[in-house]
């Protein structure tokens, strides 16, 4: 494990954590508790970045892309911009429209974290904001640990709140399996463990609705290429763009599961998510314009990553019949997603005698 300190934002120091072990090496940045790389290294691929991201720290602030960040207080969209809670009006940030998205411009994705502790193969960032901020009621303790499990990244959040609030916590990491990145995600292989999708409207905020995969292009059960599926004239993937949608996910609720499967396009790198949140956020990169500078100098354009957002569904403090989002106050916010990485050897060839 390796720390320094690179920088400074609103007056906070901000450090730069390497964790690495036979398998892995990831880079965190305690500013929005950033994944800046994620090596994967493989006897027979070498090594590859699995994740965009800026070479700069600078490049991380206040960027509209939420790229490789924490993503908090609550993920997703809040229809309105506001809440209530025991009979108490919330009025949050509408930072999209006439909606509240990723918990505001002022959200974890665009803070500096403190290290609260490191080890070998784990660190862990500690937030704490104030009653108030962003409009969410309660001060809010959060604690956000990044680990390396043999071939596995694993992120666990923790929150407690001394008010009852709203809490739906998340990575926005963009993933690319491509060697270099030197494609983009169209060519590679998504399988989704999720039988239904829930419905958005033309802000891409949710209806309540739930719709069945069967039969349309959302359906990822058997696993499919990215491209077959996100160009398609169905009016939900015109609506988001792409995939820019909430899966509900086919395991039990609370059960730590699967939830997504992915394959570089020439086959030799895996990617499995699994987690016990109950919805995955599948977004393409769809409004990703040429206008971010990557790490190795590339523009960041349309689909040049895969967000795969594990989280409570969006909006669900307006809709009874999803999983709640309120965190009563005194308890305890515990969450847990892994990613797990494999490469696939190719076959010796046939030697004659």
């Known amino acids: 494990m390796k720390r320094e ?13 390497v964790l690495e072990n036979e398998r892995l090496s990831a880079v965190i940045l305690s500013f929005g508790g950033v994944l800046q790389s994620l090596w994967v290294k ?21 960027q ?12 997703n969209r809040i229809r309105g911009a506001s809440f209530t809670i025991d009979g108490r009006a919330c009025a949050l940030e509408a930072n999209e429209g006439p909606n509240h998205l990723h918990g505001g411009s002022r959200g974890f994705w665009n803070l500096p974290f403190e290290v609260a502790g ?39 959040y923790l929150a407690a709140g001394t008010r009852d609030t709203v809490v ?10 491509e060697k270099d990145h030197a494609g983009d995600i169209t060519g590679e292989r998504l399988t989704l463990f999720a039988d239904a999708v829930t419905e958005i409207d033309e802000s891409c905020s949710c209806t309540g609705g739930i719709f069945s995969v069967e039969g349309t292009p959302f359906d990822f059960r058997q696993g499919a290429r990215i491209g077959e599926r996100i160009f398609s004239e169905d009016a939900q993937m015109q609506k988001g763009s792409g995939l820019n949608h909430n899966y509900v996910l086919s395991k039990p609720l609370g059960a730590f599961g699967p939830v997504a499967e992915v394959v570089s396009s020439d086959g030799l790198l895996s990617m499995r998510v699994e987690s016990d949140q109950p919805g995955v956020q599948v977004y393409g990169g769809n409004y990703l314009d040429g206008s971010l500078t990557g790490k190795n100098g590339e523009s960041y354009r349309r689909f040049a990553g895969l967000c795969l957002e594990t989280q409570d569904y969006p909006d669900a ?4 019949h999803f999983p709640s989002t309120l965190l009563k106050s005194g308890r305890l916010y515990q969450r847990r997603t892994r990613y797990s990485f494999a490469g696939v050897k190719r076959p010796a060839p046939d030697c004659e005698s």
């Open 317 to 320: 403090v307006h809709w009874a």
């Open 118 to 156: 490191a080890g070998e193969e784990f660190v862990t960032l500690r937030h704490l904001s104030p009653d108030g901020a962003g409009g969410y009621p309660g001060e809010l303790d959060t604690r956000i640990t990044f680990s390396l499990r043999g071939p596995a990244l694993e992120i666990e």
């Open 42 to 62: 493989d006897p027979v691929l070498g090594r590859r970045d699995v994740v965009l991201g800026f070479a700069r720290l600078e490049d991380y602030v206040d």
């Open 168 to 177: 739906n916590l998340t990575h926005h990491s963009y993933f690319n399996l």
């Open 64 to 75: 509209g892309y939420y790229v490789g960040a924490v993503i908090g207080r609550c993920a």
């Open 5 to 17: 300190t690179i920088g400074e934002v609103r007056g906070r120091p901000v450090e730069r954590v």
